[in-house]
């Protein structure tokens, strides 16, 4: 005799066709948005190398943008721990699927978050007569993954607990950082670095 699959087990099959207002609110509940920003002026470009403050910074796709780079800002933001241990413990619960959902939504919020925070900075900026140009993340063409620490330094990420490893693997993993060029002539242009690296990029709605 053959019997109907329950309704978990069909939903398991399928990511997208769990309820989407119960995987965002269950994604809103575990999550902890944090962020820091800090706009800092440039001292001298040599190349490749950006001076800024007391630190330099290898960001060759900044330091080319033509119209001249004033000043850097430096962003962080993160999701908390909590979102992944959740989707962790889903995994370890073997419902794939609904841990799989709340990863694509998790994602989805941190993109959003860091929209967020970039808009912060397009308006700051604006108020001291610059622009935006080219925004980028570390392990993007045109800033190696081996300046995430000083990005995170620059942005002072460490009091919202945004670390890094020696590699330059994010903590908390929900997290993300990058470095916006400044300028007054500078021309706004968007850039599918974050997009490109994300696990999720396939399936993203908010692209």
């Given at each position: 005799m053959m019997h109907a699959p329950s309704p978990a087990s069909t939903t398991e099959l399928h990511p997208r066709r769990l309820a989407p207002a119960m995987i965002r609110c269950e994604a809103r509940a575990s999550a902890s948005p944090a962020f820091s920003y800090r706009i800092v002026p440039v001292v001298e470009v040599r190349g490749e190398i950006i001076a800024v403050c007391t630190t330099t910074l290898h960001a060759p796709?900044?330091?080319?943008?033509s119209g001249g780079i004033r000043a850097v800002a430096a962003a962080a933001c993160t999701l908390g721990t909590a979102i992944q241990e959740r989707i962790s413990a889903l995994f370890a619960a073997r419902q794939p699927s609904r841990a799989l959902a709340l990863d694509i939504v998790s994602n989805e919020l941190l993109f959003r978050l860091a929209d967020r925070v970039l808009a912060a900075i397009r308006k700051e900026a604006r108020r001291n007569g610059l622009r935006t140009g080219i925004d980028l993340s570390p392990g993007d063409p045109g800033v190696p993954l081996g300046q995430q620490a000083a990005v995170l330094g620059l942005a002072h990420a460490a009091p919202q607990g945004i670390a890094a490893t020696e590699a330059g693997v994010l903590f908390p993993?929900?997290?993300?950082?990058?470095?916006?060029a400044l300028g007054p002539t500078l021309r706004r242009r968007s850039t599918s670095g974050r997009c490109n690296c994300c696990p999720s990029?396939?399936?993203c709605t908010v692209k």
């Open positions: 796709g900044l330091a080319a943008e993993v929900k997290s993300l950082s990058f470095v916006v990029r396939d399936r």
